[in-house]
């Protein structure tokens, strides 16, 4: 019983002297906020975040009200149709604005499944190992060998076009690269010196993981669940383009620009206004994905 | 060497089964039967068509009798074109898809590592910014709106090439492919250039490269012997996914330009419940997939002085 109050107190001890010291963290942190592209594409989501989020309350038009005499009005500042109107009518901000509230749920949906499925999956190879490990990756190595498209719409033509299908099913395609990183930076992670001292000067098995373990595996993975998000938002608009994502009377991106593509001849600006806030959105995660990157695994520089 | 490649074609083979039996329960698990009309036929009718083409009995058997005439080469009838067989679909829209994809991954890899190889040449200088600067568009331009924007300025603005996708009449002439096969072709290019600059750079910095130079080589020589070589072995380990990625890709891109190739059939197929339409072209693409993954595997072995054929 002493002995482990003992040790209790051994570890807070050095627990609370660690945080004085500069982190692996404040050290990526650094890094990252001297990344110029980096900062601004991250002011950007959150600008695109926060407008995504208050302005569909507060525009004078609904991305469902549809104007009858206002087809295909170019973008002009008369009513505030900044953006134009669509085939039917409809203000093509309101519907922008929407289409890419849409897209980010469905992403953040997505990669969260992936994060979850990728990251327990992995964990549990590296750490058991052995027999279980090997089946475990000789599983994922399967999968990866599968045309995972076509089994995506089927299951959409079979399950009927749900929101929740569609991140569930971009989530079970995405996850295999998760659980391989994880599984290999666990695995290097067990033999490390860092763990063994830790081991030997009595931390506790919880405190190991928390400490130790979880924030160098946390790292490859934040960067990989960056670079995630806009896969994520292309397959979404990838099924959506082919009529088998989103549907109406929500909208996605993919479905903006699927109808845009159709009336460019007329109305380019409903396919060049949802491609380029596509476009930039995915610019910005790529961005953040490889400043993030380059903050936490300076080697590759 | 042979063994190895038997070994892989021992795991392949449970894989394509797999994928088969998933795939055929999953399309029977859909709502809706490829004869529910809009204008339901009447019952007997009804009953009499899925009888000659043996959907009534228990799935088990179907099944059963689906994979005994897979092994025969038989793919079966299409249930929606009449006096159409699977295959016949397929050798229609197989040449189209395949010609499509076979130029664009070679368009890819002559751009992709000509560009990333100047890119890494250049490094930190405005070439190798211009050319990055390049592939993160390739990267995050989604092909369905480069798509018809490149229709909409070749096409409709400048009238370089004809639009509306391929006409049978005309057959694939080169200026009614180059639109689609560049599409399609993008994104790799610049998932290409990266990988390539990245190699090339390292490469460049290594030691036998100093050597080259420090014995008095000219530096063409050095880049085309000694660099080049080395610096391409990524791009062969590649070559697996920039297949799977181009067949999901040319899905896109037969829509988009309206395109009579085999991706395009497998969609409309599924959401008429065409069932073996859709097995037909699950089962092509997955060994298809898989061959080419054998094929990029094997290249990369020979290429590579250091990978031996072990286990």
């Not at chain 1, 995506?152 to 991140?167: A, K």
């Not at chain 2, 994928?19 to 490829?34: E, K, Q, Y």
């Not at chain 2, 693409?285 to 072990?310: C, G, H, W």
């Amino acid at each position: 019983m002493i002995n482990t109050s003992a040790t209790n107190e051994n570890t807070e001890a050095m627990e609370s002297a660690a945080v004085q010291g500069r982190s692996l963290w404040d050290d990526a942190r650094g890094r990252l906020f001297r990344n110029r592209a980096a900062v601004t594409s991250m002011g950007v989501i959150a600008f695109l975040i926060l407008c995504v989020i208050v302005l569909p309350w507060v525009w004078p038009h609904s991305h469902e009200t549809i104007y009858r005499d206002l087809v295909w009005i170019s973008p002009t500042f008369e009513n505030l149709h900044i953006f134009g109107t669509d085939a039917q009518g409809r203000d093509l901000f309101a519907r922008t604005l929407v289409g890419l509230r849409m897209s980010l749920f469905v992403a953040a949906a997505a990669t969260s499944v992936s994060l979850v499925i990728g990251v327990a999956w992995g964990a549990t190879a590296g750490f058991i190992g052995g027999r279980v490990d090997q089946a475990m990756m000789r599983f994922v190595d399967i999968m990866y060998s599968l045309p995972f498209i076509f089994f995506v719409i089927i299951l959409m033509v079979v399950f009927g076009r749900n929101i929740i299908l569609i991140f569930l099913a971009i989530g079970a395609v995405e996850w295999l690269t998760m659980a391989r990183i994880v599984r290999g930076q666990t695995i290097a992670l067990k033999g490390m010196e860092f763990v063994e001292a830790a081991e030997a000067a009595g931390v506790s098995r919880f405190a190991i993981i928390r400490r130790h373990i979880v924030p160098n595996v946390l790292g490859p993975v934040v960067v990989y669940v960056t670079l995630t998000i806009p896969v994520v938002i292309l397959a979404e608009s990838f099924l959506s383009f082919l009529g088998l994502g989103v549907q109406e009377p929500d909208t996605s991106l993919g479905r903006l620009i699927a109808a845009g593509a159709q009336d460019m001849e007329v109305a380019p600006w409903t396919l060049i206004v949802p491609g380029l806030t596509m476009m930039l959105t995915l610019f910005c995660f790529n961005f953040i994905g490889d400043g993030l990157r380059d903050a936490i695994d300076p080697k590759d520089r | 060497m042979l063994g190895y490649i038997a070994r892989r074609i021992v795991v392949a083979i449970p894989t394509i089964l797999v994928i088969i039996t998933v795939a055929f329960f999953m399309m029977r698990a859909a709502p809706g039967g490829p004869f529910d009309l809009e204008r339901p036929m009447p019952e007997e009718v009804r009953q009499n068509v899925l009888a000659h083409f043996g959907l009534d009995r228990p799935l088990h058997e179907q099944y059963v009798d689906y994979l005994a005439n897979l092994v025969q080469g038989d793919l079966g009838p299409s249930l929606k074109f009449r006096d159409k067989t699977v295959s016949d679909i397929i050798s229609e829209g197989f040449p189209v898809s395949a010609t499509i994809g076979g130029l664009s991954i070679l368009l890819a890899l002559f751009l992709g590592s000509l560009l990333g190889a100047i890119a890494a040449l250049r490094q930190n200088k405005a070439g190798d910014f211009a050319v990055m600067g390049f592939a993160m568009a390739g990267i995050t331009i989604p092909p369905f709106v480069m798509g018809p924007v490149l229709a909409l300025v070749f096409g409709l603005y400048l009238g370089l090439v004809p639009t509306g996708g391929l006409d049978p009449r005309y057959g694939m002439t080169a200026e009614r492919l180059i639109l689609p096969v560049v599409t399609l072709a993008l994104p790799q290019i610049a998932i290409i250039s990266r990988l390539m600059r990245a190699s090339m750079v390292e490469v460049l910095r290594s030691n036998y490269i100093r050597t080259a130079y420090a014995k008095g080589l000219a530096a063409p020589v050095v880049i085309f012997r000694h660099a080049l070589r080395a610096a391409v072995l990524p791009l062969v380990s590649y070559l697996g996914p920039a297949s799977a990625a181009l067949v999901t890709g040319s899905i896109v891109i037969e829509q988009v330009f309206q395109l009579p190739g085999i991706g395009r059939q497998f969609v409309t197929a599924a959401l008429q419940r065409d069932y073996t339409v859709v097995m037909g072209v699950v089962i092509l693409y997955a060994s298809l997939i898989i061959t080419l993954n054998l094929i990029a595997d094997l290249l990369y072995a020979t290429l590579n002085p250091k990978v031996k054929f072990e286990k």
